[in-house]
């Protein structure tokens, strides 16, 4: 079955970055792309962008460009989402989400991570 | 952008009755849309994708219509387990969006 298990919770000072890994298992990595997918606290979800495992092309939300790199490690099956110069504003749960393909050939998300979450706090 | 507007953004309602949520998309996005289903603490977990197909394993008490721009999730006959906060999602472009959720809860 298909399992995303993602890096564990991280406090940062604002102005710093983190990085949040998501190691995929139970199907061919290179076959989906990964999303990642942010929620503030108490808030509702926001995209933030993806990755083709399988070439490494990315596509960024404009809100985030300039400020987020997604890249993926083919040998250990892992991507990873790293989010710079933080601020309170990005304290969140993050969460990788890999998507499935309706009848079709469209990608919607399916499976998610159990999140991250990351504390920006001085 | 598309933006996904919900409705209401609460509901109180008893276990037993029929509920529906709405979600209108700012334009058309044909039936690719999705709903989510979020617990606290949780990751969403999908009940609904192109608008009406029900996720395996997700019971039939769910069900989705529309298309287009105005879409809805009906609960037939609420159960406990049923209280949480609900989420529709287009995927037709990027950048992906999501309405601001309904949060369903007892009354």
């Known amino acids: 079955q298909v399992q995303l298990v993602q890096s564990g919770a991280e406090v940062k000072k604002p102005g710093a970055s983190v990085k949040v890994s998501c190691k995929a298992s139970?199907?061919?990595?290179?076959?989906?792309?990964m999303h990642w997918v942010r929620q503030a606290p108490g808030q509702g979800l926001e995209w933030m962008g993806v990755?083709?495992?399988?070439?490494?092309?990315?596509s960024y939300a404009q809100k985030f460009q300039g400020r987020v790199t997604m890249t993926r490690d083919t040998s250990t099956s892992t991507v990873y989402m790293e989010l710079s110069s933080l601020r309170s504003e990005d304290t969140a749960v993050y969460y990788c989400?890999?998507?499935?393909?309706?009848?079709?050939?469209?990608?919607?998300?399916?499976?998610w991570g159990q999140g991250t979450l990351v504390t920006v706090s001085s | 952008d598309i933006q996904m507007t919900q409705s209401p953004s609460s509901l109180s309602a008893s276990v037993g009755d029929r509920v529906t949520i709405t979600c209108r998309a700012s334009?058309?996005?044909?039936?690719?849309l999705v709903w989510y289903q979020q617990k606290p603490e949780k990751a969403p977990k999908s009940l609904i994708y192109?608008?009406?197909t029900l996720q395996s394993g997700v019971p039939s008490r769910f069900s989705g219509s529309g298309s287009g721009t105005d879409f809805s999730l009906t609960i037939s006959s609420l159960q406990p387990e049923d209280f949480a906060t609900y989420y529709c999602?287009?995927?037709?472009?990027?950048?992906?969006?999501f309405g601001q959720g309904t949060k369903l809860e007892i009354k």
């Open positions: 999602q287009q995927y037709n472009s990027y950048p992906r969006t």
């Open positions: 192109a608008a009406s």
């Open positions: 989400v890999r998507g499935s393909y309706d009848s079709s050939g469209r990608e919607y998300f399916q499976h």
């Open positions: 990755i083709n495992p399988s070439g490494g092309s990315t």
């Open positions: 334009q058309g996005i044909s039936s690719w």
């Open positions: 139970g199907y061919i990595f290179t076959s989906y792309y």
